[in-house]
């Protein structure tokens, strides 16, 4: 059984950083792609940044270009997110998700974690 869990989340004033982490279990994503996805209240759920290792690609949604970073450990497969310069606008329950196929921008990747939230203050 795969499982996603999230940490890292919290609060944080604005130009802050943030550092999240996404560590799977159950089967090894290590060519597979993973990424995070982010809800705000009452906003339907939106891409972030995910990265196919084995392909060496790395996507970014442009209001995260430049302040957000993805990377992951394969020998502890995990994926993370740094983020930084955060924005009010930022806020929002962050979400790893992972598939054995890429599945782009929409949410309708198989494997998904449980929620981390990130609130940045102004």
């Known amino acids: 059984q795969v499982q996603l869990v999230e940490s890292g989340g919290g609060l944080v004033q604005a130009g802050g950083s943030l550092r999240l982490s996404c560590a799977a279990s159950g089967r090894a994503f290590d060519s597979d792609p993973m990424g995070w996805f982010r809800q705000a209240p009452g906003k339907e759920r939106e891409f972030v940044a995910a990265?196919?290792?084995?392909?060496?690609?790395?996507y970014y949604a442009d209001s995260v270009k430049g302040r957000f970073t993805i990377s992951r450990d394969n020998a502890k497969n995990t994926v993370f997110l740094q983020m930084s310069s955060l924005k009010p606008e930022d806020t929002a329950v962050y979400y790893c998700a992972a598939d054995h196929y890429w599945r782009g921008y929409d949410d309708m990747w198989e494997y998904w974690g449980q929620g981390t939230q990130v609130t940045v203050s102004s």
């Open positions: 990265i196919r290792w084995s392909l060496g690609y790395i």
